[in-house]
């Protein structure tokens, strides 16, 4: 089955995360329809244009004027049919276009609408235009993640906003049950500053315990040793000894026979405590050895541990490939591209037939012929520059 077959989805959102909220309910069956500016999302421009790409598969496009008369009567006659809308207009942009939520509760009380933006819709901040790195600055993210004696470094995969699509989505499937018992929709209030401080939780919590917070490690870790990245003698790889019966294992592995024997690194505390002497020594041995090698051995060994890969790889991998994370799509004037699908599996769902991302205003006229618009009325539209068809 498709859970959201049937249910009808206004998307207002653009670039990546609030598309990425439409593109879960269109896999999941919901007639998702993109509406766009006429003169399209601004990432349709660039080499950001991927991301549309990505983000919007699955779904209709419509090409729309919302700062015409006419354009807002289109949304509202959408709206008053619809079962969801996801947006992402910095807070009071929807309300002034006519299209914010309380304008559309009082057309349609079913409706659940879903807000995405940067710092939600209350707070001293909820104005601020805001980018993943943005968040990722005034979180703590970049604070905590870099190299010591080094300055802070951003994640470069946009996490935080994708979390925040994830999260706005389970926020929607929330609200389509409480809709089932009520028969009321509801405001979902979805924020990337929210996503990151939740993200931060470990280490918030350990501060308000301990008063400390560790200090910059590159891929090490405050309370693991060795838990971080080594040059081998070819390519860099990832250990993370964790627990005692790891560090055993890891020895015992490699040949480290002294270190192994070495009672200052027998428990995890000892480890800890001789972390820099420790690290120096395991690096040193690791230099000698091809990747390949120790990667076999620790794997046969069950100690967690990885090659450090390029996206190329990544590409090839035969998990990505045997869990089906990569389809190809063609796309008009592009070519071929290798597009993500989203991660997670049900036994009982099905996955609908992979559609690429529509073109600017590529479905304009199928969809006011579905609102009762006659193809004279649909042209006129076009001739007022309050529709684009493509």
Same mark, same amino acid.
């Given at each position: ?12 959102? *653009? ?38 790409? @990505?983000? @919007? ?7 729309? @004027?919302? #700062? &015409?008369? #006419?354009?807002?009567?289109?949304? *509202? ?21 006519? %299209? ?19 710092? =939600? ?5 909820? #104005? ?10 005034? /979180? ?8 010591? =004696? ?16 994830? %999260?706005? /989505? ?84 490699? =040949? ?34 091809? /990747? ?19 996206? &190329? ?13 990569? %389809? ?63």
């Amino acid at each position: 089955m498709l859970p959201l077959k049937g249910l009808k989805v206004l998307d207002f959102s *653009h670039a990546a995360d609030g598309p990425t909220c439409g593109l879960m309910l269109a896999q999941a069956g919901a007639d998702v329809i993109k509406i766009e500016p006429l003169q399209g999302d601004p990432y349709r421009r660039g080499p950001a244009i991927a991301a549309v790409y @990505n983000a @919007n598969r699955n779904k209709r496009g419509l090409a729309l @004027n919302l #700062q &015409s008369p #006419q354009g807002r009567e289109i949304a *509202h006659k959408l709206a008053s049919t619809a079962d969801i809308i996801v947006e992402s207009f910095t807070p009071g942009v929807a309300d002034r276009l006519g %299209i914010g939520y309380a304008e559309i509760d009082r057309l349609n009380p079913r409706i659940i609408y879903c807000s995405v933006s940067g710092f =939600g819709q209350t707070g001293p901040y909820s #104005q601020r235009p805001v980018y993943d790195p943005v968040i990722q600055a005034m /979180s703590g993210f970049m604070a905590t993640t870099g190299e010591a =004696g080094r300055p802070p470094v951003r994640v470069a995969p946009g996490v935080i906003g994708l979390g925040t699509a994830f %999260i706005a /989505s389970w926020g929607v499937a929330l609200a389509i049950i409480a809709r089932e018992k009520t028969g009321r929709g509801q405001h979902i209030d979805a924020a990337f500053f929210d996503t990151a401080v939740f993200c931060m939780s470990f280490i918030i919590a350990g501060y308000s315990i301990t008063g400390f917070t560790s200090p910059r490690m590159g891929s090490a870790n405050p309370v693991f040793v060795p838990y971080q990245c080594f040059e081998t003698a070819d390519r860099s790889v990832f250990i993370g000894v964790t627990h005692d019966r790891f560090w055993q294992a890891f020895c015992g592995a490699l =040949g480290f026979a002294r270190q192994g024997s070495d009672d200052h690194y027998r428990t995890a505390e000892g480890r800890l405590l001789h972390r820099d002497k420790l690290v120096a020594e395991v690096a040193a041995e690791l230099k000698k050895f091809p /990747s390949s090698e120790i990667l076999a051995k620790l794997e046969a060994a069950d100690v967690p541990c990885a090659l450090v890969k390029e996206v &190329s790889e990544v590409m090839d991998d035969p998990q990505v490939q045997a869990r089906g994370m990569l %389809i190809d799509m063609q796309y008009p004037g592009t070519g071929s591209m290798k597009l993500t699908t989203l991660p997670f599996k049900a036994s009982q769902m099905e996955t609908p037939e992979p559609l690429r991302a529509p073109l600017l205003g590529e479905h304009t006229g199928e969809i006011l012929a579905e609102l009762g618009y006659d193809k004279a009325a649909i042209d006129s539209l076009e001739h007022k520059g309050v529709i684009f068809r493509g």
